[in-house]
């Protein structure tokens, strides 16, 4: 079986094999071009942190890459940059993107959870993730950057397409493009007439040294805030439920003692991480990788959830155990790219879970084999049936 078939019916097989075998492999990519599949914890880590590998396309070999398509106004953001670009964007964005601001929404997260979990009664059955994932970090995204109550939608349906597109309808991911980019275009501009205590419109106002975000940068920020933001905390949420369901001595242990969530957390990233893969590079010229001479321009694809699982780094890696230090899990990156909502991602799933484990005691899954996203980057739930 071809290695990128395997990756969508059982992901961790297919990297134990490799890691022994093969552990840096040439495997049709998640856009069916060749590329480079990094599956081991120390050359994973290494990759994530090396500037020969490069986020910006310009470095791909002409024909070799065929990512997504969008408009420079939304293509100009951090997961396509390299330094210097993506230095003097970051320490911009940090200067309004701060842990006290993060902090500041934990209790209008707890609160939107419990709102939320009110709307389900006290006993009865739901698909998680419709009712509960994914309008949550929606909800939370929108009230950071500032979206007016009126013009909040179901972002889903603009962002699904570009996580999961459809080989036959290329017109709804075009579609979707311009929908995004129509609306942050309108927000940008009542938010520059009409400024707030939110943050898009201290992203308007930051500067340094005279150093202001253009048009573009702007545009891409906020796009990549609700993309990202929602994407990875939606399915970071849904796999930690569906892996304390599965395994009810982890479940009990947990709501004997709550304190542990804030760790327990690191051990959801490692275990299930929201994404197999990180964003695609280039190396800007040829690289060795775990032995491996890869070419300048070639598509390298480190694979997170490969590392999360290498027994050289987590023994028993394929057991969950609360009690494990996951430190250094690469669930949301390391080096200069990692996640940058990386703090708002952690404190929406231990909000979540604690409103959820404090509210239905008796949870319990409605299906054995709840239906995955068919995606080789994302790792997330379609739905997750439960009762309560």
Same mark, same amino acid.
């Given at each position: ?97 701060? +842990?006290? /601001? ?7 997260? #707890? %609160?939107?959870?419990? $709102? =939320?979990? @009110? !709307?389900? *009664? ?121 892996? +304390?369901? /599965? ?7 947990? #709501? %004997?003692?709550?304190? $542990? =969530?804030? @760790? !327990?957390? *690191? ?122």
């Amino acid at each position: 079986m071809d290695p990128a078939e395997g990756l969508l019916a059982d992901p961790y097989a297919v990297y134990d094999r490799l890691r022994d075998t093969a552990p840096v492999h040439r495997i049709a990519g998640t856009d069916g071009k060749p590329a480079w599949l990094v599956t081991r914890y120390d050359d994973v880590r290494e990759g994530l942190a090396n500037p020969l590998l490069s986020l910006d396309k310009k470095h791909a070999l002409p024909g070799n890459y065929r990512g997504l398509a969008l408009p420079p106004a939304l293509d100009a953001n951090l997961l396509n940059m390299d330094a210097p670009d993506h230095t003097r964007i970051r320490r911009l964005v940090g200067r309004a993107f701060t +842990l006290r /601001r993060v902090e500041q929404l934990r209790e209008p997260v #707890r %609160e939107t959870a419990h $709102r =939320l979990l @009110d !709307a389900l *009664g006290t006993h009865g059955s739901t698909d998680l993730i419709a009712s509960y994932a994914a309008p949550l970090p929606i909800t939370v995204i929108c009230d950071l950057l500032g979206v007016p109550d009126e013009h909040r939608r179901d972002f889903r349906a603009w962002t699904d397409p570009l996580v999961t597109p459809d080989p036959a309808r290329p017109d709804v991911a075009r579609e979707s493009v311009v929908s995004l980019l129509g609306f942050f275009t309108g927000l940008l501009a009542d938010k520059r007439k009409n400024p707030a205590d939110d943050l898009l419109s201290d992203l308007i106002a930051v500067q340094e040294e005279g150093d202001r975000l253009t048009e573009d940068e702007l545009m891409s920020l906020a796009f990549l805030i609700l993309f990202a933001g929602y994407e990875n905390t939606v399915h970071l949420i849904g796999n930690a439920v569906l892996a +304390l369901l /599965r395994h009810p001595e982890q479940l009990a242990a947990l #709501r %004997e003692d709550p304190a $542990r =969530l804030p @760790d !327990a957390v *690191g051990e959801f990233a490692r275990y299930e991480g929201p994404a197999l893969l990180a964003i695609r590079r280039f190396p800007v010229r040829d690289v060795t990788i775990g032995g491996v001479t890869v070419p300048a321009g070639e598509t390298v694809l480190l694979s997170l959830s490969a590392a999360n699982r290498d027994p050289s780094r987590f023994p028993d890696p394929d057991r969950l155990d609360l009690g494990r230090d996951a430190a250094g899990h690469l669930a949301l990156g390391h080096g200069v790219h990692y996640c940058l909502g990386a703090p708002l991602a952690r404190l929406e799933t231990e909000v979540a879970l604690a409103a959820l484990l404090e509210r239905f005691p008796d949870l319990a899954l409605a299906e054995t084999e709840p239906r995955r996203r068919p995606s080789l980057r994302a790792r997330g739930l379609l739905a997750l049936p439960v009762t309560y």
